[in-house]
């Protein structure tokens, strides 16, 4: 693996080495060409928004040229919006007009949107060339980063068209973590709190007495934070690196109603927070399923409730807006919404066989 890097996570047809330390932007150049080899050199296309290119953008690029890559930029404009076929269609044309051959890399440095839509495009241009993820928002170091899961969206929902494209490397840098909106650190810890559930209770524990470090972002617990979320994702990314397994699923406790919360509210709420309340959801129609223990409902509720993260919908939605919404979701099977529930901290279970009512009460529950 190399002193470079952290973690190697092997896949099918290839490893995704990840590096996560302060100013990884810095040598982002130098941990490219060792795995890209050469000479000759492969062009580099940094896919970035417009906010974090103006923070980062000329570091990640100076780095990328100060190793002898020819770097050019994109730039998108912030947002879910931005996860479009227009925009991935501006790209390809970007891609064409500079003649970028089949070994270019594209480098994605932002959060969640810009490594979907530049996955996304690295995925399918040219049958598929190289991709390397610069995460720069929480919720994209501790998730969105592992896994190959690229996606933009369509009129019929979020996250409908994608494709399965490894990254070669992910290269955290705890320290762009300092200029996000106290609102966008909270709202990425809904993830971590996700994991933790889903596979240990003492990960639930290491939240619940870090919590003041973690919040306050301490450089040391950052870390700690991002490498374990990251090792938990990718135990169970590699076993099922298609979705075909149903182990893979078992990464979206919370998605299904918080997906169509974030849909329905048309983004004015953070992905996070609606994973937050999606997970409040699943948790208290696990324990109406006769799954989860009521102390263990509170207890995920509390948690989520420290890091800032909402447990009630204070602008309700139309449930039966809700409901059709659940309805055209990815993750339905034969006709069947497939539900990720909780039968105790660490053991996450699907169900297909959940009563509409029983969603729509545990939906209802949410609202103030």
Same mark, same amino acid.
Not at 3 to 23: G, Y
């Given at each position: ?37 050469g ?5 580099? $296309?940094? *896919? ?6 103006? /923070?980062? %953008? =000329? &570091?990640? !690029? ?22 479009? $076929?227009? *925009? ?6 970007? /891609?064409? %007009? =500079? &003649?970028? !051959?089949?070994?270019?890399v ?75 909106d106290t ?21 639930v ?71 937050s ?8 129609l ?16 509390t ?9 009630e919908?204070?602008?309700?939605i ?43 009460d ?7």
């Amino acid at each position: 693996m190399g002193p470079m890097f952290d973690l190697q996570i092997p896949f099918e047809d290839q490893a995704t080495r990840v590096a996560v330390r302060l100013d990884v932007l810095d040598r982002l150049g130098s941990l490219l060409t060792q795995l890209t080899g050469g000479p000759p050199r492969p062009d580099v $296309l940094l *896919v970035t928004d417009r906010h974090v290119g103006q /923070l980062y %953008g =000329h &570091s990640a !690029a100076e780095s990328l040229r100060q190793a002898g890559l020819k770097t050019l930029d994109f730039q998108i404009e912030p947002g879910e919006a931005s996860k479009s $076929l227009e *925009v991935v269609g501006e790209v390809y044309r970007y /891609l064409a %007009g =500079h &003649s970028l !051959a089949r070994d270019t890399v594209i480098v994605s440095l932002g959060g969640g949107v810009v490594s979907d839509l530049a996955g996304f495009v690295a995925a399918t241009w040219m049958r598929g060339i190289r991709f390397a993820v610069c995460p720069t928002t929480l919720e994209a170091d501790v998730d969105a980063s592992i896994g190959g899961k690229t996606a933009i969206n369509v009129p019929g929902g979020k996250n409908l068209v994608g494709a399965f494209h490894q990254p070669i490397l992910v290269a955290v840098d705890p320290a762009c973590l300092k200029t996000l909106d106290t609102r966008d650190v909270r709202a990425g810890l809904a993830e971590s709190v996700k994991h933790a559930l889903v596979s240990s209770d003492e990960f639930v524990t290491w939240h619940e007495a870090n919590a003041d470090a973690i919040l306050a972002l301490d450089d040391p617990t950052t870390v700690e934070l991002i490498l374990e979320n990251l090792r938990i994702k990718a135990n169970i990314v590699q076993k099922d690196v298609h979705e075909r397994a149903g182990l893979r699923m078992l990464l979206n406790f919370g998605h299904t109603i918080g997906h169509a919360i974030e849909e329905c509210c048309r983004f004015a709420l953070r992905h996070g927070e609606c994973v937050s309340l999606g997970m409040v959801a699943a948790c208290r129609l696990s324990h109406a399923m006769g799954l989860l223990d009521e102390s263990v409902v509170r207890r995920a509720e509390t948690t989520l409730a420290r890091f800032g993260l909402p447990t009630e919908l204070r602008d309700p939605i139309e449930t039966d807006l809700i409901m059709a919404t659940i309805r055209k979701d990815k993750k339905i099977r034969g006709g069947t919404e497939q539900f990720v529930l909780l039968e105790a901290i660490g053991r996450p279970v699907v169900r297909n066989d959940i009563p509409q009512q029983a969603v729509r009460d545990a939906y209802e529950s949410l609202l103030p």
